[in-house]
Structures are given as structure tokens and as C-alpha cells.
């Protein structure tokens, strides 16, 4: 998925799976107005920047997992 | 509450409640090789960071509802 510049919305295109163990850090933005989207990046091992899908309950569970660990 | 180098855990105190409307963006770090502790990074409005603790309910439902929104 690519990421566009800080003064819009940064997903263009999202994913709703990604493997926990990939994941670096996670950055969730809510709507502002740069964007009217809540955006979900993750940035993951390699330094890749993913966005993911704010909907896609597998994406809720990961942030649940984190919060839980 | 202070934001140490990326190296090891980045939040050395964290703070459990805070105004919603002040979030510009929240960054969730799960334990990793630098830090063993769950870390939650918000970046407010004027750019300052402040860590908050990942197990108080009043994060957990900060994070809820920006992916509700």
C-alpha cells in the first residue's frame, strides 16, 4: 500500500491481513483535516510502511494483542 | 512525560488520562528486542510526544474510538 505525504490522507489503498510478528510499531490517526479517514500504518520489520484497514477486525485483534502483551 | 532514543523503551513515564481532542496521532509499539514493555506514543496537537500507559481504560478507549470513527 502507498504511502502518500504528511498533508493528506496518508493510505491510498489499504490491507485487512498482515502477520503479527511483522510488525514494528503501529500508528493510528484519527480524522483531521489533512484527512477524513482514520488511518492504521504499520511499520513493519524491514522499515516498510503498510496501511492497514481501520475496519478489518484482524487489524482490531493486533491492536487488542499489543495493548495485551 | 519524557521520550527517550529509539534504542531501548521510549517512555520512561506515562501519564493515563488525556484529552481526546488534543490526539493528533497515536504510535503502539509492541515489546521487541529494545524494550520488553507495550509502549503507546501520542503525538498531540502542537507536536509534543507524551507516552500513555497501555493498560489504563481510558487509552484502551481512546484507541477504540478512533477506529470507530
Known amino acids: 500500500a502507498v504511502v502518500a505525504t504528511e498533508l493528506r490522507c496518508q ?3 489499504t490491507i485487512s491481513r498482515i502477520d503479527f510478528k511483522t510488525i ?6 484519527p480524522p483531521g ?6 488511518e492504521v500504518i504499520a511499520t513493519i520489520k524491514d522499515g ?3 496501511c492497514l484497514d481501520p475496519e ?6 493486533i ?3 499489543i495493548l495485551n502483551k
Do not use: Y
Not at 514494528?24 to 490517526?29: A, C, D
Not at 483535516?33 to 482514520?38: F, I, N
Open 11 to 13: 493510505c491510498l489503498k
Open 24 to 29: 514494528q510499531s503501529l500508528k493510528v490517526t
Open 33 to 38: 483535516p489533512h484527512c477524513t479517514q482514520t
Open 48 to 50: 516498510q510502511e503498510v
Open 56 to 61: 478489518a477486525p484482524l487489524v482490531r485483534r
Open 63 to 65: 491492536i487488542q494483542k
